[in-house]
């Protein structure tokens, strides 16, 4: 009775010592209390472990030894047993069943007393460590100088023991979920950057910070260059080493003091406190050299790797976060399209962006958004079968403004669904004059998610393309030589909602055409329940597959995939007669590009012919 006693003052000791801190650091203390509590001669903690097969091990983990006693965690025969295989089935069907093994080493089994008897034991009792509802591991006592019996209230204080040591289990692998939990909400598994929810907090903190102390900071978006041509041909694997090398880069080139996170795909946000425009871009600028100097390895090749930045500055108290934020995103924009492998600063105030703003509101209103058209061609009669129309804005000078000056722009200020609609409508109507004078062309014109969003200018382009029909009554059937052309990436997720939203015009005889397939976005299910007619086939992933061998691949790949549903392919950016030899030789069906013809905005619209009935 006095031995179950001490070993219960010995389990208190235990419980407030794993209550307060960790198991490293207790446990020795805790197993010589409880050796001594219950007078044996070494205490241990095993710790069962899977195999990858899924095979049960169990491994000793830590004792105590009294002097004289041989130490048995150095054995290797203690080391990932497989305890059923080891002659001790017997023990792993009681400590599945949460009881203890325990008596005098004679009594027991041949094969386990032979085994036992190595370690000079005369007497054991193990009891099983069970965290919530599964047996975890063993706690062992050793009498290795008496034969000894164990009574059952000592057998049940030992099991006590056992009980705290699983309550300090379950509590720390609650204490790691916990860390995990707020890891996973707070910080990219990747790349081990602040994740975006944890970037705009620590972006509020500092932007309230800089507009209390008067102090300037800079944002700074990355965006690595063609990432998704990245994926497609190299795998996934290969765009996370690159988003990897980036995430190392952007940790050397700057400051402690300042905040970079995974701000979501391949974008990163650099948060540079108290640094301006200037000081910013020649951060940014030797990022930008560091990255493209150095190109991943891929086996016994390099990658190269380039990256786009935009960087704002903070302009004042009466600047916004959001504002900030935004103007770095337009640059960043700006940036790719310049060329890409560069860093584009926005203007020092939010006038600029307001003026962006206003030149393209200003052409919605003085009608000087106009559509250019680019020819679309039969690549194996290179004549003239469709073609495109592309945003312009006619300049007060008479210049023209090409789309991709203001496209992004008029998307972040939300502006595109005017843009679209104004576009749809003159390619609407100049399909219809054509066919007036005897000329069919298939008509592309381009149809934004922004569009399709306002309900309102989806019933008008739909009543508007009715009138044009009426025009040419009695000179088409029920098929309408019109192509609806959506780019997939805007509808991520959303395919049944599209579907319903084009259902009109599909049902009215207009057919449907996916852009930029192939450029890392492209989603089967498109294929599955759109009812696409045409593919046309990313830009850069031609350009891209004029030297690289996997690209050609890609456009193969997506080219059989047309010929087995009966769908007509359109390579896009054809500039010189090899490229359009190349995807000719690929089986490609049509194509566009410089090549074939430059966007042209006529001078006037066709006037229609009389047709005489």
Partial sequence: MERTSAVLEAVGFAAECLGRGSWDNHVKTILAKLASAADVSRVYVFENHLTPAGELLTSQRCE????????????????????????????????????????????????????????????????????????????????????????????????????????????????????????????????GLPNRRAMREVMEREHARATRMGHPYCIAIV????????????????????????????????????????????????????????QARLVMDRLCRNIASTPVALGEIGIDVTASVGVAQYAGPDDSLESVVMRADVAMYRAKRDGRNRVHVAENDRRHAYSQAGQIQTALNDARVVAAYQPIVDLKTREIIAEESLARIECMDGTLLSAQNFIDEASQLQLLHKVDSILMKQSMERCASRILNGTVYRQFGNLSADLLRHPELVQDLLDFAMSQCLRCSGLLGEEKPFVIEITEREFMGDVRKVQNILAPFLDFGMKLAIDDFGSGYSSFRYLALLPVTYLKIDGELVTLAKTETRARSIVRSIQHTAETLGLTTVAECIEDEKTADMVEALGVDWAQGLYFGAPEVPAVLEPARTMTH
């Fill in 64 to 191: 105590w030894v009294a002097e004289g006693i041989t130490p048995q965690l150095d054995n290797q025969d203690l080391q990932n047993i497989d305890i059923e295989a080891m002659g001790f089935a017997r023990w792993k069907q009681l400590m599945q069943r949460h009881e203890p093994v325990y008596g005098v080493l004679k009594e027991f089994p041949d094969v386990e007393r032979e085994f036992l008897e190595a370690q000079d034991i005369r007497s054991v009792a193990v009891v099983p460590i069970i965290v919530g509802k599964d047996w975890w591991g063993m706690l062992g006592f050793d009498d290795c100088l008496h034969e000894r019996h164990w009574s059952r209230t000592e057998l049940e204080a030992l099991s006590a023991a056992a009980n705290i040591f699983g309550a300090a289990v379950q509590h720390r692998r609650m204490a790691a979920l916990e860390r995990r939990l707020i890891r996973l909400a707070n910080f990219d598994d990747l790349s």
């Fill in 223 to 278: 965006d690595v260059d063609r990432f998704k041509l990245i994926n497609d041909i190299y795998g996934h694997r290969t765009g996370d080493d690159v988003l990897t090398r980036i995430a190392e880069n952007l940790r050397d080139q700057l400051r402690d003091g300042d905040w970079i996170g995974r701000w979501g795909g391949e974008e990163f946000l650099c948060f540079l406190y108290e640094t301006d425009n200037d």
